[in-house]
């Protein structure tokens, strides 16, 4: 069981660098920014800033499941939720189409560093077999969905938790705020390649904020019930276990 | 009770995404596209310097999307179905006892 655990990390890190030395040339990927669209020192950017969030959550990953390996179940759940989601194009109100991350639920349950791998393996099946997003701009693309957005989501859940006790609003606005945040994120990491030669970045980040920010405010919502939706069929199924495994992952945080 | 607040939170998702086809004349494009269009728009000169490794065609991609789903989607079934398993039977040992 843990030769077996070895071998798929050591599978897992030699995939992520092979992946990196292929791309050398121009390295950085984010979940939206399409394949060869980001300019070589952004992209480059990206992936050095995605890179070490990727290296905790493996760290993380690995003691979390050592210390319990029923949370293997939770870490299962957490990214099929994700694979879900990201698999809904949904149309929105700008009259283009989305999706959803599904980065808010594992952030909640897990803690966000787990998310960093567990979103960027979604990303890579989309941009190797999809063409959808890329392999140059993966660490910015993974930046923005499997960094960013889960951070958020896991501060925004934290915050309304001490504030309020309320857990199904906090489900809510953390699925639903590592969402947005994903959209904004990508939005400024183009905004900041591609500044506009009248008014600059201010003005690039309006028009790209237009097409990925603003598309996204109805699919954050949507992905906010969602998640809820989730939340309460498994809390009324097993009311136990989520709460003793929820229980668990944070226990392997506060040490 | 929360059976219908489930159920209404269903029907928002599902009005969320209806509403915008009745309402809003648009090609439904993906985001993605619509931003490589704004790039073109702010630096006409850019060209993408690095091109997908495959690309499937559109059937076989809406399968791979599918695919996607179904695979997670099985796997909440397995968690949620193993962890309502887990609770019956603990539920009922300690009637037992």
């Not at chain 1, 109100?93 to 808010?104: A, D, F, K, L, Y």
């Not at chain 2, 809003?24 to 091109?51: H, L, R, S």
Request: include cysteine; charged fraction near 15%.
């Amino acid at each position: 069981m843990k030769g077996r655990r070895k071998w798929k990390l050591a599978v897992l890190v030699c995939g992520f660098a092979v992946y990196f030395l292929v791309n050398e040339p121009g390295t950085a990927h984010a979940m939206h920014i399409m394949e060869g669209f980001l300019p070589l020192g952004w992209a480059v950017f990206w992936w050095a800033a995605f890179l070490p969030f990727f290296g905790l959550g493996i760290w993380k990953l690995n003691r979390m499941t050592k210390d319990n390996p029923d949370l293997k179940l939770l870490l299962g759940l957490s990214g099929a939720f994700t694979f879900v989601l990201s698999a809904l194009k949904l149309p929105s109100v700008t009259g283009s189409s989305s999706h959803p991350t599904g980065t808010g639920l594992g952030a909640v349950m897990l803690g966000p560093l787990p998310m960093s791998v567990i979103g960027s393996i979604v990303l890579v099946f989309q941009a190797l077999l999809l063409a959808h997003g890329g392999l140059t701009t993966l660490g910015a693309n993974a930046f923005s969905m499997a960094v960013a957005g889960p951070l958020a989501g896991y501060g925004v859940y934290k915050l309304i938790m001490r504030t309020s006790e309320r857990e199904r609003l906090a489900v809510f606005m953390a699925a639903a705020i590592a969402d947005l945040t994903t959209y904004v994120v990508t939005s400024v990491q183009l905004a900041a390649a591609f500044p506009a030669a009248d008014g600059g970045f201010a003005a690039s980040l309006l028009k790209f904020g237009g097409i990925f920010a603003v598309t996204q405010i109805p699919l954050a919502i949507s992905e906010g019930l969602l998640t809820v939706l989730l939340w309460n069929w498994l809390k009324s199924y097993s009311p136990g276990e989520l709460a003793l495994l929820k229980r668990e992952a944070k226990g392997g945080f506060s040490k | 009770m929360s059976k219908w607040k489930n159920a209404a939170m269903l029907l928002v998702v599902v009005l969320l995404i209806i509403l915008p086809l009745l309402l809003v004349n648009g090609e439904f494009g993906g985001a993605d596209d619509a931003a490589e269009g704004a790039i073109g728009e702010i630096a006409p000169a850019y060209e993408p310097w690095f091109q997908p490794l495959t690309e499937l065609p559109g059937e076989t991609e809406s399968m791979l999307f599918a695919l996607q789903a179904a695979v997670g989607a099985g796997v909440i079934g397995y968690a949620a179905g193993l962890w309502k398993g887990r609770g019956e039977r603990r539920s009922a040992h300690a009637k037992k006892n």
